[in-house]
């Protein structure tokens, strides 16, 4: 943010970790003399509604948004506390890393990532822009969610796959060394997310525990017919033997099917998009506006950059598109007005 000429304050509970934001660049550890346009808090989820709260009695922001993993929770929390929710956008960031703290964080980190928006029908739409703003900003691909469909997608996406990694690799824990030794690529890619930090995912779980155990029980249910079919394996009967091989095979299959699935721009393999640059005004709602025009022109944007020009009040949006779709894309935003750059 600071490298695209966004005024930055930090603070946290920890001075220092505030301090090392600061000294990396992420911005100034002084407090804001005025009122800021967006207030950021990322704290782990069970703090995020009092945090919120806190800043919202001191009027800190005109809108306020969140990054924690799990949305249901921290916005009923919020409703406890009797905040008013027009100026508060719940919002998930799907970027992370295995480690925690400033010293862990990348200023591409949310490139290119989706990042899921709560927005309700009480949510004021300049807050919304602001939060649109900050996801553009950031490469980010803005994605709007239901909260309670945003905890059970992450309970599926996430949240079990980091449990399973964690189990996968506490087999390590006492094998033996001459086994250890063996470990190749395949179970370096399962295991990497289980050298998280156990605190920063306790407070995950403990704020999604039911969809979580949801998935975690279908998984049980594979797990459990998985090890009967290798059981039948053994067998001596070869009707037996062959059921467990068309089971075993069977969940190969949806693996590999399930697998498929994950979408290539979220960190698999990288696409051309061709692109499209939209020079806008620096004033509240445009982006929103563009992004409306897009859709309306049924073009799906795969991924935004923003180049801020100090001299002017104006930013360059670099809008990326499918191949086939920037000429269309091209062609409606020239209809709507738009000042396009070659
Ligand atoms: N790490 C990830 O992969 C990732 C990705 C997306 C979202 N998130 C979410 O972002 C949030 C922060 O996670 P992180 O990985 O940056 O953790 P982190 O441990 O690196 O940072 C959390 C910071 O919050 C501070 N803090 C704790 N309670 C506070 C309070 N009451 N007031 C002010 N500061 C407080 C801590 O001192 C710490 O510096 C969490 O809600 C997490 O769910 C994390
Ligand atoms: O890639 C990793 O290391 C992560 O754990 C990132 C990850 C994820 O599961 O994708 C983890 C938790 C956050 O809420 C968002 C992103």
Known sequence: LTARGVDVRLSDLDDSAARTAAALGAGSAVPPADTVDLVIVAVPPAHVAATLADAMTRGLGRGYLDVASVKGGPRRDLEALGCDLSAYVGTHPMAGRERSGPLAATEDLFEGRPWVLTPTPATDTDVLNLALELVALCGAVPVVMDAEAHDRAVALVSHTPQLVSSMVAARLEHAEDSAVRLCGQGILDVTRIAGSEPAMWMD??????????????????????????????????????RDGAAAVRDVLVRGRAGRAKVPGKHGAAPKAYEVVAVLIGDQPGELARLFADAGSAGVNIEDVRIEHSTAQQAGLVHLFVEPRSAPVLAAALRDRAWSLRP
């Open 204 to 241: 995950i779980l403990a704020a999604n525990p039911g969809p979580v155990a949801d998935v975690l029980a279908d998984l049980a249910a594979d797990l459990g017919s998985t090890v009967e079919a290798l059981r039948a394996l053994q067998s001596a009967d070869d009707a037996k033997r």
